[in-house]
């Protein structure tokens, strides 16, 4: 079946630093991927998409590349803020087949930036 | 923008009650899903709904059932209310065409069971 695999938590930074959350997924055809964020004590929100192969999401400074060949789809933002500190999420959803709406998880990750 | 409400942020409930968790989303979804939240094992889909009166079960729908007698409202019930299922619930909505479609979701129900 469909699986996500993100990078272990939790992971501290301080302001300005570089972000890398590391995503690899397992799943037949040609799946969309997502990247959620959780900021405490809220629900998920939707971060960025894409929805097939070198496809670039972005938002709010935050970058992942749909990367066929890896099976990857990684996080990265160049100057995290402590705003950023939340629960990261990738999550994968299949193109066709009859649960082509369902998400698939990973087991989040989390951020915690320090001024 | 997509609102999805759920109606309580906190509960608390005692063993052996049976519970009752609404979920009223605005955007006209045919998709409603439940979900729970547990540290270290991530988001985990309970049931999903894809038309009113349909549903599915997800990866664990032991001791839980629901409810979609209208398109803009999923319940999720727990027939009788155990203390292993204290949790976050999270309620998310979508369109049914494609995968690309993301799923919206409300700010949770923290769930206490006594």
């Known amino acids: 079946g469909d699986s996500v695999t993100q990078m272990e938590g939790p992971v501290t930074l301080s302001e300005e630093a570089f972000l890398t959350i590391n995503c690899t997924y397992t799943?037949?055809?040609?799946?969309?991927l997502f990247w959620y964020v959780q900021y405490p004590g809220e629900g998920l929100q939707l971060l960025l998409k894409?929805?097939?192969?070198?496809d670039k999401g972005s938002n709010k400074g935050f970058e992942a590349t749909y990367r066929k060949e890896t099976t990857s789809f990684h996080l990265e933002k160049g100057s995290v803020q402590v705003s950023d500190s939340a629960v990261y999420f990738c999550a994968l959803s299949p193109n066709s087949g009859g649960s082509n709406y369902k998400l698939t998880f990973g087991k989040g990750t989390l951020l915690t930036v320090n001024p | 923008d997509v609102k999805v409400t759920q109606s309580s942020r906190y509960l608390v409930k005692r063993t052996g009650e049976k519970v009752f968790l609404e979920c009223v989303q605005d955007m006209d979804h045919e998709n409603m899903f439940w979900y729970r939240q547990d540290p270290g094992l991530g988001l985990r889909l309970i049931y999903f709904s894809y038309d009113v009166k349909m549903k599915e079960k997800g990866d664990i729908p032991e001791g839980y059932s629901v409810s979609r007698e209208k398109k803009e409202r999923f319940s999720l019930i727990l027939e009788s209310a155990s203390t292993n299922q204290t949790s976050m619930y999270l309620c998310a909505s979508s369109f049914f065409v494609g995968g690309y479609q993301p799923q919206h979701f409300g700010d949770g129900t923290r769930l206490s069971i006594l």
């Open positions: 894409a929805t097939k192969a070198d």
């Open positions: 799943a037949t055809g040609y799946p969309s």
